[in-house]
Each structure stands twice: as structure tokens, then as C-alpha cells.
């Protein structure tokens, strides 16, 4: 009896499995592809999300200080709106007296020596508002410079805000050269008030302190105060 060849089953022979394969591989790679191409298209879009977030943080922490105009204002009584428009302010004086700021209350904001370190502080960074009242004494020239606003560790007699003038932080803060008042305010609240004094004789020689963006730091008769971070 002639058996002849068995055949053997097509998913037994060696080329069944290397087309399978190969056409595996082909509807594979669109998928793999079509994969790959998702996964950048999620991280440059999640890149660039981050980098607009960026840029309105940035905004965020910006002051708009168009209004201010350089001004020189002699001895009496100014009003703010009138006499020089509102805004962020570096005020200098060329001699020694003094230099109050009123608000619509008719509260003293800022009242200081101005003119000579000996005898009061050089300047005085501050926001002045419509409607607010300066007065000068004893000072022959009072120079209102439009303030910058950009991050700084060292700060001078003024209002500053955190997050505008300085980074949040910890940070421990003390006084260059003389004695003032130094005050941190917290949503209007005081969460710090102390005189820091370089010398420790009539006041803190140093405040360890953690301030937060939106605080408010109020500082009187001091030259300059130095923020260390901690």
C-alpha cells in the first residue's frame, strides 16, 4: 500500500509562522507609531501649557506704575491727584525735615526725617493714592522718582509687598546701620512688629521670620534692612 507524504497542517509549517509573524509586525507598528506620537503631542502640550502658566504668574507679579511722573515738590502741602498723580514713588530730599503722608482719613502712612542718614533716612519708597495729602517741612526739594519694581533682599525705609518686592520665604532680617520700626502685616493685621537696632542696645539686633506673598513689610527710620534667607 502506497501511504505517499503526509501533509502536515498549514499552522505547522515553518512559513505559515514567518507570514503571521511579518504581518504582526506591520499592524503593530501604525499602533506603536500612532502611540508615540500621542505621548509627544501630550508632553508638548503639557510644556507649553506650563510655559502660558508661566508667563501669567509673571504678569501676576508685575505693578502697573504707568501713572507715576517724575516730580519735584518743595516745602508745604501737596495733594496727590492734583499736585503729582498717583503711584509707586522713590522719594529723595535735598536737605533734613520732615515728610508725611496723609491719608483720606487724614491717618499718617508714612512720617519721616528725610534727607540725610545722620539725622532721619536718604529715601522712602512708597505708593501714593488720589486724594492723599504730603506734607514737607523743612526740606527745600523732595524728589518723587517712579519706582521699579523687581525682587530684592536688601529693603529701605517704605511699604513693600512680598511676592512684588521680595520672594516669600524664611528668612532672618536685621538692620545695617541704626534703629526703626519694622512691621509685617498679614491680611491688615500685624504679624509682626518689632525695632530692630544694629547695635541690639534699643531694640532686636535680628528677626527670624517667615513672610508670604500678599504680606505687606512697613519700614520707618531704618536705612536699610538685610533679608538672609534661613
Known amino acids: 500500500m502506497n501511504k505517499g507524504k503526509v501533509k502536515k497542517k498549514i499552522y505547522k509549517r515553518w512559513w505559515f509562522w514567518t507570514v503571521a509573524i511579518i504581518f504582526i509586525l506591520i499592524l503593530a507598528n501604525p499602533l506603536n507609531s500612532n502611540s508615540k506620537t500621542v ?46 498723580p498717583k503711584g509707586r514713588y522713590v522719594c529723595t530730599g535735598d536737605s533734613s525735615g520732615n515728610f508725611i503722608i496723609y491719608d ?3 491717618i499718617p502712612v508714612v512720617n519721616e526725617i528725610l534727607g540725610d542718614e545722620n539725622f532721619g533716612v536718604t529715601k522712602v519708597t512708597v505708593d501714593i493714592k488720589d486724594g492723599e495729602k504730603i506734607d514737607i517741612g523743612g526740606i527745600k526739594n523732595v524728589k518723587f522718582t517712579p519706582a521699579n519694581t523687581e525682587l530684592l ?6 511699604i513693600w509687598e512680598v ?68
Request: zero cysteines; glycine letters at 8%.
Open 163 to 230: 511676592g512684588l518686592d521680595i520672594k516669600e520665604g524664611r528668612y532672618v532680617a536685621s538692620s545695617a546701620k541704626g534703629q526703626g520700626n519694622f512691621i509685617v502685616y498679614r491680611k491688615g493685621l500685624p504679624i509682626t512688629n518689632e525695632i530692630l537696632s544694629d547695635s541690639g542696645e534699643f531694640g532686636v539686633p535680628s528677626i527670624t521670620l517667615e513672610i508670604k506673598n500678599g504680606d505687606l513689610i512697613q519700614i520707618s527710620a531704618l536705612e536699610k534692612v538685610i533679608f538672609n534667607l534661613k
Open 153 to 158: 533682599q536688601e529693603l529701605t525705609t517704605g
Open 104 to 106: 483720606k482719613d487724614n
Open 39 to 84: 505621548k509627544e503631542k501630550n508632553i508638548v502640550e503639557s510644556d507649553k501649557k506650563k510655559s502660558e502658566e508661566k508667563v501669567v504668574e509673571d504678569k501676576a507679579k508685575t505693578r502697573d506704575n504707568s501713572t507715576a511722573v517724575e516730580t519735584v515738590l518743595s516745602t508745604g502741602i501737596f495733594i496727590v491727584g492734583q499736585d503729582i
